[in-house]
């Protein structure tokens, strides 16, 4: 039976239409025990894909289509653009492979490109399997099989499938039997997947939205940069197996794969970095005493209300092995303090007796009576989460700067790179996604204001404050088809 | 007379003598006339444009050079002088407000030949000439014979753009194209005659017609290649405002013309030449009986949709020496194997579909048997334009039993089956 082992969501940026938690619930509507996610050059979509799936009972296979291009060093000769191979993650190797091939390819391009050369995947594929597929026969400079030559060099063949999508393309049947015969050459199995691209046809016009704002252009004129149909949507796996019923050992290899996709976000096998304590103690055991410290610092007299409080969040801590996340922070926030920069942990944190005896918090939550479950619950299964409040500027640098030398920058520490930086992704808002799409659609820049300045979400939201009521209040007809299919795609986006 | 920039004007006075006098009368008549337009004027005069220049713009009022004598007026002057002769030179000592402009040619010729030390355009002109030819190039032998007052070229007089218009103030209106063209026949004919004269060919033909309501009834009309013909003309304006008529009686008709220099071809012995005229005829008369849009050459159009194409204005080469070059990037040796002859409107068709395939294709068009199918490719599915005028479709390839070929397509929003084309 088939399993769809190569879709892209909105964490694409514009190159897909449909979120993670859409795509899963997709999926669980036609009953896929797995899917796997495979955005652009990045995993930005796998937490989100996995939480959903898991809430599904589905299991959430990890990938990313890495861009690769040619270099001088390598034997590939130039190609008209980049191509992307999509590569999935067999094991926990592979996803830290995977992340090290991004992470290097991120670094040294501006933000949002980036490639990396065949040369450069060689010896980070342990755990990876690459997928070849139309778009590889691209390089016939190297003869009938193209790139999947080079590809079984550097993955291995067992680590190799030959990739078959039928989107009812006039010209695509003809390139599917030519990578059967390469698949048949070299040995490799071939793979039936759908490049999915949104989760349900309906999606496509965003899809195509999407497509024009990456361009920088408008329906009217975006020609054959738009999709050609809508099969690049998540399917039925009836239907797929209708589709694929010639290649039956392309269906057979979806199910195998997937079995073989061992590796899910669940295995992260995150832990925290090393905190360095004095010879004799533990994490725990030096949090203890360093919590004991403080806490007589802090309340004078250290009374036994404090004191049962504090024993019972350390006990918690220790259970859950968090001492060293306590420690970090607190190594941070005195950091902080012996330079004179200001620091202040807000947030739930501040509901923690220990953060307030560490010094991290300011406020006594065993006078205020704070609850502190609300920061750390066995129960939730939930790391705790502490804010720490720096100014910006120099003073945040340098707190950074002590971060990345004390806990190791890129391969400096023993065991590996422990410090990233983390950044936020944007999404459209009310006003953008209007602009946006009202650009798209060609509509008048005057109608595109009227439209932007109404399309806002609030804090509270009015009851009566409906879309056409809006669309209404700023003069346009809400039963128009323009201005229908603005108010659809504005929503959707 | 020739201008150099908004400040210079050189004259040929030669002649003018039996009609003015002497150059000074002559200079001292500039100098008036130009005073009573407003305009302070230095005038020089010389055997040479160059040396008139220089003089013009070294001296104020009115200098009179002997003739042989330019090279001893010009020697005192000093070496900048040379800058007004034109962009291309450097300034010496640009002083606190200007700075030096330097040429792609020559940076800082003048520049160069102060730092030599000398001053003045004596200084310059008794150089030796190979000496300074071999440190400055052609540069400083130019920059010497000017300093000598020596002509470089003869005078390039600006002509005065001509205007080709022709007007008619009629005695009682008209109505009608049948006294409208004895009107344009009256108006062209004297125009195309001074087109002839001064070797020019129509590129844009423009009627005004000022009509009896005060109103302008303006049409232009753009020309497939310059052509002169007053018949041609005439028929091409006919044609267009029989499609574009004035919408009340005529008073006053006026036809201009944009023109372009006539061109020398230089056809073939075999090669024949395409009647730009006649052909133009021919698109005006179309274009008249179809539409304007409706004549031309089909182009491909930046989309999916299947059948698209727009229409571009046809503009064939200008001889057929070989036809085949015609098709664009044509490859004798890889013709396409088969090609697809669209019916320009799709016939409607009715299909019997077994397991999601074709089966039979009949239509009730004469002349085509249909029949059952006998092999098929397909579908092959494209939508788009969702935002407009939708569509979304699937294409088969049959082959049915009445030997043919076909391209099929079923409109999947409506259902309906067409047959698109033959493929040959």
New interface residues.
């Given amino acids: 039976m088939y399993f769809e082992l190569h879709a892209a969501s909105a964490f694409s940026f514009l190159e897909a239409a449909s979120l993670p938690e859409t795509l899963i619930a997709q999926a669980a509507r036609y009953g896929y025990p797995a899917i796997a996610l495979l955005d652009r050059d990045g995993v930005y979509g796998a937490p989100r894909f996995h939480r959903a799936a898991t809430a599904a009972g589905i299991k959430a296979i990890i990938g990313a289509e890495i861009t690769i291009e040619a270099s001088a060093s390598s034997s590939l000769a130039p190609h008209p653009s980049p191509l992307r191979v999509p590569i999935l993650v067999e094991s926990a190797e592979g996803y830290q492979n995977l992340c090290r091939l991004i992470t290097r390819m991120k670094m040294r391009a501006p933000k949002g490109e980036g490639a990396l050369t065949l040369d450069e995947l060689d010896g980070h594929t342990r755990g990876l399997i690459a997928l070849a597929g139309r778009e590889l026969l691209g390089f016939q400079k190297f003869g009938v099989g193209g790139l999947i030559d080079p590809l079984v060099g550097v993955f291995g063949r067992s680590n190799v499938y030959v990739e078959i999508q039928r989107?009812?393309?006039?010209d695509e049947e003809a390139d599917n039997r030519l990578l059967v015969d390469v698949a048949g050459t070299f040995h490799v199995p071939v793979v039936a997947t759908n490049g999915v691209c949104f989760a349900d046809p309906a999606e496509?016009?965003l899809f195509?939205v999407l497509t024009c704002i990456h361009h920088k252009t408008t329906?009217a004129q975006a020609?054959?940069r738009?999709?050609?149909?809508?099969?690049r949507y998540l399917k039925p796996r009836e239907e797929m197996a209708r589709l694929f019923r010639d290649l039956p050992a392309a269906l057979a290899s979806t199910e195998a794969l997937a079995e073989r996709l061992d590796y899910t976000m669940a295995d992260l096998g995150y832990r925290f970095p090393d905190y360095p304590v004095p010879p004799g103690e533990t994490h725990a055991s030096f949090l203890r005493k360093l919590a004991d410290l403080g806490a007589r610092d802090r309340y004078r007299p250290y009374h036994d209300r404090a004191r049962a409080q504090i024993a019972r969040e350390l006990d918690l801590i220790e259970r859950l092995d968090l001492a060293g996340y306590f420690l970090i922070v607190w190594d941070i926030v005195n950091f902080c303090r012996h330079n004179d920069i200001l620091v202040q942990g807000r947030g739930s944190a501040a509901n923690s007796a220990v953060c307030y005896s560490l010094g991290i918090t300011a406020v006594d939550p065993v006078g205020m009576d704070l609850l502190f479950e609300r920061f750390l619950s066995e129960e939730r299964g939930e790391w705790p989460d502490i804010d720490l409040d720096l100014p910006s500027g120099d003073r945040r640098e340098r707190v950074i700067q002590h971060v990345y030398e004390k806990y190791g920058r890129l391969g400096a520490a023993p065991g590996g790179p422990r410090v990233a930086m983390t950044a936020n992704v944007i999404t459209y808002r009310g006003r953008s996604a209007a602009r946006e799409v009202g650009k798209v659609?060609s509509m008048e820049p005057g109608q595109v204001d009227r439209l932007a300045k109404i399309m806002n979400h609030f804090e509270w939201v009015d009851p009566k404050e409906t879309l056409a009521r809006n669309l209404r209040d700023a003069g346009l007809d809400a039963e128009h088809p323009?201005i229908q299919?603005f108010g659809t795609l504005w929503q959707r986006i | 007379m020739e201008t150099h920039g908004d400040r210079t004007v050189t004259l040929d006075i030669s002649g003018l003598g039996s009609l003015i006098g002497e150059p000074r009368t002559i200079g001292e008549e500039l100098r008036r006339t130009a005073a009573d337009a407003g305009l302070r004027v230095h005038v020089a005069v010389a055997s040479t444009s160059t040396a008139a220049m220089l003089l013009a713009h070294a001296r104020a009022g009115l200098t009179v050079v002997a003739p042989g004598t330019e090279a001893a007026t010009l020697a005192p002057l000093p070496l900048r002088t040379l800058t007004q002769l034109g962009c291309g030179l450097v300034a010496v000592d640009p002083g606190p407000t200007q700075s030096p402009k330097p040429t792609a040619q020559s940076p800082e010729p003048i520049g160069q030949l102060a730092r030599w030390g000398l001053r003045t355009l004596g200084d310059l002109a008794a150089l030796p000439s190979s000496e300074l030819s071999a440190r400055l190039g052609q540069t400083g032998l130019r920059l010497q014979r000017w300093a000598r007052g020596e002509e470089m070229r003869p005078l390039v007089p600006a002509g005065v753009a001509e205007q080709f218009e022709e007007s008619l103030d009629l005695e009682w209106p008209i109505d009608g194209l049948e006294p409208l063209s004895f009107v344009l026949a009256r108006l062209l004919d004297p125009l195309c005659e001074r087109l002839e004269q001064r070797d020019r060919g129509v590129v844009v033909l423009r009627v005004t017609l000022m009509l009896v309501t005060r109103e302008r009834h303006e049409r232009a009309i753009e020309l497939p290649a310059p052509m002169r013909d007053p018949r041609v003309l005439r028929t091409l304006a006919l044609l267009d405002l029989e499609s574009n008529p004035p919408p009340a009686a005529i008073d006053r008709v006026t036809v201009g013309v944009d023109v372009t220099e006539g061109r020398i071809l230089q056809f073939g012995l075999f090669a024949r030449a395409l009647p730009s005229d006649t052909l133009a005829t021919l698109m005006a008369r179309l274009g008249a009986l179809m539409g304007g849009d409706r004549v031309g050459s089909p182009s491909l159009v930046d989309t999916y949709r299947p059948g698209a194409f727009a229409m571009a204005s046809f503009d064939p080469p200008r001889n057929f020496a070989n036809p085949q070059s015609l098709i664009p990037n044509h490859k004798r040796d890889s013709a396409p194997s088969s090609v697809l002859r669209r019916f320009r409107s799709p016939v409607p068709a009715r299909v019997v579909v077994e397991q999601g395939r074709p089966v039979r294709v009949t239509t009730d068009r004469r002349g085509f048997a249909g029949g059952r199918v006998e092999r098929c490719e397909g579908p092959w599915r494209s939508s788009g334009d969702w935002w407009k005028n939708v569509w979304n479709c699937d294409e088969w390839e049959v082959h049915l039993t009445d030997g043919a070929t076909y391209r099929i397509s079923q409109s999947l929003n409506e259902g309906a089956w067409f047959v698109n084309g033959l493929v040959d």
Avoid: F, I, Q, V
């Fill in positions: 989107h009812l393309l006039r496509r016009p195509d329906l020609g054959k738009l999709a050609r149909n809508s099969e659609l323009a299919s």
